[in-house]
């Protein structure tokens, strides 16, 4: 029924709203139904909530460095059950291995997950079964 036979049809004994109001009304509800199995979206939702919790794994690696930063700037390094070369040593292998670290982790951090991603995932998902299936 379009706005017009609404109208016609409301302006017996009742009072017509739109007329009223002077409203046009221009319908847009096209939906989407997504039908999946629980285990599947569960899957799917655990996958991109392990993204998301790499988003924070830079922490480490950065504190890391800035302690070995920090190390080597304030510290003279001496002989204590290892000579003060072997220290040293160690403290910049430690430092090349955070950093490294920290860039590959910050390649996850910058990763931004988007909520149509997900969605367009699950249908995805759900395209790919079906067609397995041979529905």
Sequence with gaps: ???EEGKNKASGNSLNIFELLEIEV???VKQQIIVTTSDRLELCL???LKKAEKKHEWITPFGLLLAVITAFVTAKFQDYG????T???L???LGIVSFIWLLFSLKHALYVIKIENIIDEIKTNQK???SKNGN
């Design 128 to 130: 790919q079964s079906t």
């Design 46 to 48: 655990s996958k991109n």
């Design 82 to 85: 290892l000579s003060a070369e």
């Design 26 to 28: 221009f319908p847009n």
């Design 87 to 89: 220290w040293e040593t």
């Design 91 to 93: 403290f910049k292998g």
């Design 1 to 3: 029924m379009n706005f």
